[in-house]
């Protein structure tokens, strides 16, 4: 599937939801974020916090694996979403 900037979005809005499941990996996300609980609400607002979700994510392979059997993703698709978010050449990727 070729990934797009809207199905970007709708990942992350996704991983998202999942997140808000996890409550070790959602303090984490908060912490190293420096959102505030309440700010959550407004992720697909703001484009350089979906980035940090999905590097949130791709920094840990347990986390990463995790989430993606979670979600019927392959790893790659997380990378992916990331990359049509930011542009290519980002991490060496292109968006497939």
Partial sequence: ??????????LAADILIELANRPQD???FISESGLQPDE???LADRPDIILFLLDFLAEDDERLISFSANLNLRPQDIMSARTALSGPGSYGWTAD
Avoid at 1 to 10: F, N
């Fill in 26 to 28: 959602l303090g984490h």
């Fill in 1 to 10: 599937m070729k990934m797009t900037i809207a199905r970007a979005k709708e």
């Fill in 40 to 42: 959550l609400h407004h």
